[in-house]
C-alpha cells in the first residue's frame, strides 16, 4: 500500500472510484427516463456529443487542478493558479455541492433499497398494475418510510467514508464495481431475449430528429454533465488522490467510456423489457423503474416465477450499488473540506456532514408528501435541490474552471500537469486547451442562459 493515506493505491484504483462516482442512478434510472421522455435515440445521440466534445474536457480540467493541488480542492486551485489566495473560494463549491446533492440522491437512493428489500422478500408477486401504481405513491409520500430507507444509504456511505480513501473509498470501489458490471450484463442478456425486444431495441437506437428542440438539447447537456459528475467540484476532490502517474487525458476517456457504456446497458435493460408487454409507455417519466419495471418483472416471465423474482432483485441489487458509490464521493466533497481546511478527524467530519445530510435529506423526501405545498420559487424541496445543482452549480461551476484553467493558469503548468512533465504523450491536448478556453465556456454560457431564461418565462407565466 502507497505509504501516504491519501492517495488510491494504484491507477485501477483511481479509475474504479471514479467510475464509481459517474455510474450512478444517473444511468440505470435518470438516463432511460430522460431518453424515453426525450424521444430515445436522437437525444442519445447529441447526449453522447455532449459527453465528447463538454463532458470529458471538464472532467480532464478538474483532474487536473485536483492532482496538481494533492491537497484539497482549496489548495489545489490556490497552487495552481501560481499562489493567488483569492482562488480558495473555489473550494467552497464542492463542499456546498456535497451537501445539497447528496440529500436528495439518497432519498431516491433509499427508495432503491426499499425496492431491493421488497425484491428479496418476494414482495411484488400477484399484485396488479394498479397496486404497484398505489403502493409507489404511497411509499415515497409516506412521512416515515423512505426517511427510514435515506437513512440507512446515509449511514452506510458514512460508514465507507469514515474508513477513509484507501481502506473505504478505493476498496469499495473495488469491490462494487466489477459486481455491478457482471450485474449489468446478466441483465442485458435476459432482457434481450424477452419477446419484442427489437422494439425496444429500435426505440433506444433509432433516431428520431423530429424530437429535437432546445429542450431536448438542455436536458441532453444536463445529463451527460450529471452522469459524469461534472462541474461541482467532485472529481476533483478524488483527484487529489491520484497518483503522479496516472495520466489524466486517458483516464477520463476510460471513466466516460465506462460511464456511457453503463447508460447504454442500462437502456438495453430497460426499454425492450418495457416493449416486452403490450401498452406499456417508454415515456412513463420518473416511475419508470419504480412501477413500470416491477410490473413487467411480474408478468413477462409466465410460469417462471423465479426468474421474475431473480430478475428483479438482481436489478435492484444494481440499483443500490450504483447509487452507493456515487454517494460515497458526494459525502467525500464536503468531508475532506472539513477535513483538511477544518482540522476535523474524517470520522467526525463524515458524522457530522451525514447528520446534516439526513435533516436536509428528510426535508426533500416529504416534499412528495405532507410538505408537498411548501414551496420555493415555485419548487418543493427535492426538485429545488436537483435544480440547483443539475441546472446552476454543475453548468457554472463547469463553467468557472474552464476558464481559470484556460486563462488564469500558466500554460506550462497545464502541459506539464497533462503530460506528466513530458514523460508520456498527449496527442489530444490541443484540440483540449481550444475546447476548455473557447468552445466550453461560451457554449455553456449560451445554453445556460437560454435555460435560465425559460425557466423565469414558466415561472412567471403560471402566475
Ligand atoms: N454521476 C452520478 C450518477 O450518474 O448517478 C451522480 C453524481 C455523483 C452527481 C457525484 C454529482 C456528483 F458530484
Known amino acids: 500500500m502507497n505509504k501516504n493515506k491519501n492517495v488510491f493505491t494504484s491507477k485501477v484504483g483511481a479509475i474504479l472510484a471514479t467510475a464509481g462516482s459517474a455510474v450512478g442512478l444517473g444511468n440505470v434510472w435518470r438516463f432511460p427516463t430522460e431518453a424515453g421522455t426525450n424521444g430515445g435515440g436522437a437525444f442519445i445521440l447529441i447526449y453522447v456529443l455532449f459527453m465528447l466534445l463538454l463532458g470529458v474536457p471538464i472532467m480532464v480540467t478538474e483532474f487536473a487542478i485536483g492532482r496538481h493541488g494533492g491537497k484539497d480542492v482549496s489548495h489545489a486551485f490556490v497552487k495552481m493558479s501560481g499562489g493567488k489566495k483569492g482562488w480558495r473560494w473555489m473550494g467552497l463549491i464542492p463542499m456546498v455541492s456535497g451537501f445539497l446533492v447528496l440529500s436528495y440522491y439518497a432519498v431516491v437512493a433509499g427508495w432503491t433499497l426499499y425496492y431491493a428489500y421488497e425484491a428479496l422478500i418476494d414482495g411484488f408477486s400477484g399484485k396488479s398494475p394498479e397496486d404497484f401504481t398505489n403502493d409507489f405513491g404511497a411509499f415515497s409520500s409516506d412521512p416515515i418510510q423512505p426517511v427510514l430507507w435515506m437513512g440507512i444509504i446515509i449511514v452506510l456511505t458514512c460508514g465507507i467514508v469514515a474508513l477513509g480513501v484507501q481502506k473505504g473509498i478505493e476498496r469499495g470501489a473495488k469491490i462494487m464495481m466489477p459486481m455491478l458490471f457482471v450485474f449489468i450484463l446478466v441483465l442485458v442478456g435476459c432482457s434481450l431475449?424477452?419477446?419484442?425486444?427489437?422494439?425496444?431495441?429500435?426505440?433506444?437506437?433509432?433516431?428520431?430528429?423530429?424530437?429535437?428542440?432546445?429542450?431536448?438539447?438542455?436536458?441532453?447537456?444536463?445529463?451527460?454533465?450529471?452522469?459524469?459528475?461534472?462541474?461541482?467540484?467532485?472529481?476533483?476532490?478524488?483527484?487529489?488522490?491520484?497518483?503522479?502517474?496516472?495520466?489524466?487525458?486517458?483516464?477520463?476517456?476510460?471513466?466516460?467510456?465506462?460511464?456511457?457504456?453503463?447508460?447504454?446497458?442500462?437502456?438495453?435493460?430497460?426499454?425492450?423489457?418495457?416493449?416486452?408487454?403490450?401498452?406499456?409507455?417508454?415515456?412513463?417519466?420518473?416511475?419508470?423503474?419504480?412501477?413500470?419495471?416491477?410490473?413487467?418483472?411480474?408478468?413477462?416471465?409466465?410460469?417462471?416465477?423465479?426468474?421474475?423474482?431473480?430478475?428483479?432483485?438482481?436489478?435492484?441489487?444494481?440499483?443500490?450499488?450504483?447509487?452507493?458509490?456515487?454517494?460515497?464521493?458526494?459525502?467525500?466533497?464536503?468531508?475532506?473540506?472539513?477535513?483538511?481546511?477544518?482540522?476535523?478527524?474524517?470520522?467526525l467530519a463524515t458524522v457530522i456532514v451525514s447528520v446534516v445530510c439526513l435533516v436536509l435529506g428528510t426535508f426533500c423526501s416529504l416534499s412528495f408528501g405532507d410538505w408537498k405545498d411548501v414551496q420555493i420559487f415555485g419548487m418543493g424541496f427535492f426538485d429545488l435541490f436537483d435544480f440547483l445543482v443539475a441546472k446552476l452549480i454543475m453548468p457554472i461551476g463547469g463553467m468557472l474552471m474552464c476558464i481559470f484553467l484556460g486563462w488564469v493558469v500558466n500554460e506550462k503548468v497545464l502541459r506539464d500537469e497533462l503530460t506528466n512533465h513530458g514523460t508520456i504523450k498527449s496527442p489530444l491536448y490541443p484540440a483540449f486547451r481550444f475546447i476548455i478556453r473557447y468552445f466550453a465556456p461560451i457554449c455553456i454560457f449560451l445554453i445556460f442562459v437560454n435555460e435560465l431564461y425559460l425557466y423565469f418565462i414558466n415561472l412567471f407565466g403560471a402566475y
Request: charged content about 10%; glycine content about 6%.
Open 193 to 347: 431475449t424477452l419477446p419484442n425486444a427489437s422494439k425496444g431495441l429500435t426505440f433506444l437506437f433509432q433516431p428520431d430528429f423530429s424530437k429535437v428542440n432546445s429542450s431536448v438539447i438542455l436536458s441532453a447537456m444536463g445529463q451527460a454533465f450529471f452522469s459524469l459528475s461534472v462541474g461541482l467540484g467532485c472529481l476533483c476532490t478524488y483527484a487529489c488522490y491520484f497518483r503522479k502517474d496516472v495520466d489524466l487525458m486517458k483516464d477520463g476517456l476510460h471513466v466516460a467510456s465506462i460511464d456511457t457504456l453503463a447508460a447504454l446497458f442500462s437502456g438495453l435493460i430497460i426499454f425492450p423489457a418495457v416493449y416486452s408487454i403490450p401498452g406499456l409507455q417508454p415515456d412513463a417519466g420518473p416511475s419508470l423503474v419504480f412501477v413500470t419495471l416491477p410490473n413487467v418483472f411480474q408478468h413477462e416471465f409466465g410460469d417462471m416465477t423465479w426468474l421474475a423474482y431473480l430478475f428483479s432483485l438482481i436489478f435492484y441489487l444494481l440499483l443500490v450499488m450504483a447509487a452507493l458509490t456515487s454517494s460515497i464521493s458526494m459525502l467525500e466533497m464536503s468531508t475532506a473540506y472539513f477535513n483538511k481546511n477544518l482540522h476535523l478527524s474524517r470520522p
